[in-house]
C-alpha cells in the first residue's frame, strides 16, 4: 500500500512515496523556498536525480507539483493518483492530547489549531498540508503522526518544570519533548537488537536539531527538548539550557524585545553563535583542524553537553543497556561520538576507535567488546514510522 509521506514546513516541503508494506522507498524529494523562489531536489529511486528551479508560491503550488511529477510520463513512478492509498502528516505538536497517531476529520483539525499557542512555527505549516491534500485529494484518508506523542508516557516528575503548579494545569506549561517519531525508531531498532525484555536506552538524536531521550522498556520517560524545541542540548543554531535569568538580563543590556529574544536564541546562538563560522558542524570540525580555537571549544561544549545528558539518564534509567547515536551528526561525525563518550569507562562505556570510524548507511555497533553498555549507530527513519502508523489507521 502506497502512501505519501508529508512534512510541510513553513517554506519548504518534504515529501516521500513508501510502499508501507515492504518499507520500498518509491520516490523522496524535498522543495525549499515556497513563497520565495522555489526549488525543488526529487529523487526517485537512488539513481535518478531531478533538480528543478522552479517558482512555488504556495504550498498548494508545491504539492501539485510534486503529485504531477509522481505520475508524469518521464518519471513513471505511479500511474495514477489513485496509487496513493492514504497521505502521513508530520505534525509537530500534539499536546497532551495526542498520545499516538490519528485519523484526521474536522474535529482532529480543531484540536491541532487549539495547539498553535504552544507550536506558533510548525503546526500551522503542518496544519496547511493536511488541508491542502483534502482540498486536492478528497477522497484519500489523512493521517497525523505527533512529534510529541512518544514522550507522553514521561512520569509527572519529569515533565513538570518548577514553577508554580497552576500554570500547568490552566496554561498547559510543561516539558512535552520532541523528534519522537526517531526516538521511538531508533530505540526500536535497538530493543530488537539487544533481543531481551527489560531495556534501559538513551537515545541520541543529534541533528540540526538535537535531543536526547532516556527509553525504559520501549517507553520514553525523560527528553531533553521541553516545551518548545529550545530547551536541552546545545544545537545548530539554538542555545539549548541557559540561565533564565539571561533573557531579562539581554533584554535590559541589549535593549531587545520578545520577538528579538528569540530570534537570538534559536537562530543565533549554539553551534554557529559559539563558532562564529556556520551551524553545519561540519565546517566547524574542519576550522578546529586547521586551529580555529573557538571552533574547537565549540565541538568540546557540544560533546561536554551530550555527555552531562547521558550521564544524568543514566541515573534516571538505573543503568544502560545501549546508547544509540542518531541524525545528521550522530550518524557521521564519529568525532562527536568519541568525545561524547570518553572517560565514561566508569559507567563501562568504551567506544572502539576503528568500530567508530567505520562508515556504513546500517545499523552497527561501534562500542568495545569490554564495553558493558553497547553503543550503536542507528540511521532514523521517521518517514517509515509515518508510513506504517498511516497503513496501521487506514489498511
Ligand atoms: P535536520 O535536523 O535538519 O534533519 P540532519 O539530521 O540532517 O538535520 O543533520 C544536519 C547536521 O548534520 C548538520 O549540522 C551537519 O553539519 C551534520 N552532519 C552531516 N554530516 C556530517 C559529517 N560527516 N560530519 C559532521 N557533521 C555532519
Redesign the pocket.
Known sequence: MLIFVLNAGSSSLKYQLIDAETAEVKASGLCERIGIDGVMKHQIAEHRKLEIDQPMPTHKEAIEFVLDILTHDDTKVISSIDEISAIGHRVVHGGEHFKKSTLVNEEIIKKIEELIPLAPLHNPANLLGIKICQEILPDKPNVAVFDTAFHQTMPEENYLYAVPHEDYTEHHLRKYGFHGTSHYFVSNEAIKILNKKDTKIVVCHL???SSICAVKNGKSIDTTMGLTPLEGLMM?TRSGNIDAGVIPYLMEKKGMDTHQIIDYLNKKSG?LGISGIS????DV?QASQEGDERATICINMLCNRIKKYICSYAGILGGIDAICFT???GE??SL?REKACANLGFLNIKIDKKRNEEKSSNNRLISHDDSKVKVFVIPTNEELVIAKDTYALVK
Do not use: K
Open positions: 541533528g540540526n536539531g545548530g553551534i551551524s553545519d558542524l561540519r570540525i541524525a545528521g551528526i557521521n561525525a562527536i
